[in-house]
């Protein structure tokens, strides 16, 4: 394993004085709302008390975004050999096999699962209907009501966490850092709607706070995934790891003005092709696939097409498409085009790629388990092995319900007396008032995702990526040593800890693997790098 110690001053945002702030004791701590923190909340409930907070709304999350779909092997045809050997060949080398091997075996049954709790698949007979996606050898994605996947399966597990009464739900509650004493989570300290620091105690806590596709300017994901979950718990000690590897999505729209919106890869699966503005074809020229190529493969085929057309955008094209099915099939996708005013009968979709999916993130084990005691994470905000170098698509949302239920069980597996114990505990960490110059937060974000996606993005080299750091740092020196007072400030200093964090192992990371693409290193070395990339920062500053 390639790893590095980062040194830095701070240990928590804020200060912290645990007998004079409000407190809250709960047995098991769920931070996020999206498929792996709802399946964790619920597995937990089954054995201890829980309590769920989210920074925003409960539909705040990926999950709820999610068109794509839910990848298991469903038909006959197909078995999880080739599951498994479909994610392997995507993961480039580095993936576990074992935990590969656990989540795509649990898949079936955890979807009939979903069946029961009220998730209504779509179906073709009195099967789920499935289809096939770029790095599938078979059909196997499952859908609900079209392109709706994330927020049809969210909403059946809120229905079922609303349901137990040992579930405290809590929006609007921003965890600023994990609590630690020694090497142990305790809990975690958060601002309420109010505005007041609260503490929740917790025997246990579990990270489910999903992704950091918000570091981006181009992106797909909600303004909620700014990476908060990876820098709570990288200062906190715990070891994060694949930090370069974010996957872009090839297509979202792209409409000068909007922001991003995604367009889903079943539609490749199921016919529609990519021109570039020339009105060529042109996904054959890069891989035998085309358009059901891996997606690292589609996002570089279509930046080095716009390079060439000197365009800012390709065309996806369903003129084929029957109409009326299309917009059954995909509401989300045919309502969209349509508040554009383009006719897809008629007309072509812009798209470009745009920052998607985190597939680094805080190392666990097989069972969920961080670095650091009775801290667990599943989810986009994990990284368990599931992915290695490129995540194969629709397998996020399997990892979230395999790891959610897994971390649950461990972790209400030894509640101890609850959080009761820690009630006589106190934690202290005082902060000096800096004086140095304020930079404006707003600026600084702004010009982060624009640093990130021109030297951080889909294609990378060393002077860049040196840049980038150097920039970072620059930005960290006036904004990491401030005391922020809102979500905003706090989200930004998580912002700058992840982006360096990324910038640091994509320079370390010597060759091109997956989606992590390197120009001035554009083979993959087996010798030197068929391994992990680990950071950790040091506690004794």
């Not at 030297?455 to 005391?483: C, H, S």
Request: aromatic letters at 6%.
């Amino acid at each position: 394993m390639m790893g590095s110690k980062e040194t830095e001053p701070r240990r928590y945002l804020v200060p912290i004085d645990t007998a004079s702030t409000q407190q809250l004791f709960t047995d098991c701590l769920v931070i996020g709302t999206g498929i792996a923190g709802l399946r964790a909340t619920i597995q937990a409930a089954q054995n201890c008390g829980v309590t769920l907070v989210c920074k925003g709304s409960l539909a705040d999350s990926n999950t709820w975004n999610a068109q794509g779909g839910i990848a298991s092997v469903l038909a006959d045809d197909d078995s999880f050999a080739d599951h498994i050997a479909d994610t392997l060949a995507t993961g480039c080398g580095i993936c576990d096999r074992e935990v590969v091997e656990l989540v795509v075996k649990q898949g079936p049954c955890l979807i009939r699962q979903l069946t029961d709790w009220g998730t209504e698949f779509d179906m073709a007979g009195d099967q789920i209907d499935i289809t096939v996606e770029g790095g599938h050898s078979h059909a196997r994605i499952a859908h609900a009501q079209g392109d709706s996947t994330g927020r049809v399966i969210a909403e059946a597990l809120m229905r079922k966490v609303k349901q137990k009464p040992n579930i405290n739900v809590i929006e609007n509650f921003f965890v600023i850092d994990i609590i630690t004493d020694e090497n142990e989570c305790v809990g975690a300290i958060g601002c309420n709607r109010a505005g007041e620091f609260q503490v929740i105690w917790a025997a246990s806590t579990i990270l489910a706070t999903g992704g950091a596709g918000r570091l981006y300017r181009e992106t797909t994901n909600p303004e909620a995934a700014t990476a908060d979950g990876i820098a709570i718990a990288y200062r906190a000690g715990a070891v994060v790891r694949d930090m370069e590897f974010m996957q872009f999505h090839p297509t979202t729209l792209y409409i000068a003005g909007a922001s991003r919106a995604l367009i889903t890869e079943t539609l490749r699966g199921e016919g529609a092709m990519l021109l570039d503005s020339e009105n060529n074809r042109f996904m054959t020229d890069y891989h035998k696939a085309a358009e059901l190529a891996p997606r690292d493969v589609v996002s570089r085929a279509i930046l080095d097409r716009m390079l060439k057309t000197g365009s800012t955008h390709v065309y996806l094209d369903i003129r084929h498409f029957d109409k009326k099915h299309f917009a059954r099939r995909f509401p989300v996708i045919s309502e969209l085009c349509e508040s554009f005013d383009i006719d897809v009968s008629k007309e072509l979709i812009p798209v470009r790629p745009s920052a998607h999916y985190m597939i680094g993130g805080v190392k666990t084990d097989s069972e969920g388990a961080t670095s650091i005691r009775n801290l667990y994470a599943c989810g986009e905000v994990a990284s368990t092995g599931l992915h290695g170098a490129n995540r194969l698509g629709s397998n996020s949302l399997l990892e979230g319900l395999v790891f959610g239920k897994i971390a649950g069980k461990l972790a209400s597996g030894h509640p101890k007396a609850g959080a009761n114990h820690l009630k006589h505990r106190r934690i202290r960490c005082d902060i000096a008032l800096s004086d140095r110059s304020r930079l404006d937060a707003d600026d600084v974000r702004n010009s982060l995702r624009a640093l990130m996606w021109r030297n951080v993005g889909i294609t990378r080299k060393a002077q860049p990526l040196a840049e980038a750091q150097e920039i970072i740092d620059f930005w960290q020196r006036y904004v990491m040593d401030k005391v922020f007072d809102s979500a905003y400030g706090w989200e930004c200093q998580n912002m700058l800890t992840v982006c360096l964090l990324m910038a640091q192992a994509a320079e370390k990371r010597v060759e091109s693997r997956g989606v992590h693409y390197r120009e001035d290193f554009p083979e993959t070395d087996d010798k030197n790098f068929a391994n992990h990339i680990e950071l950790t920062r040091s506690l004794q500053a």
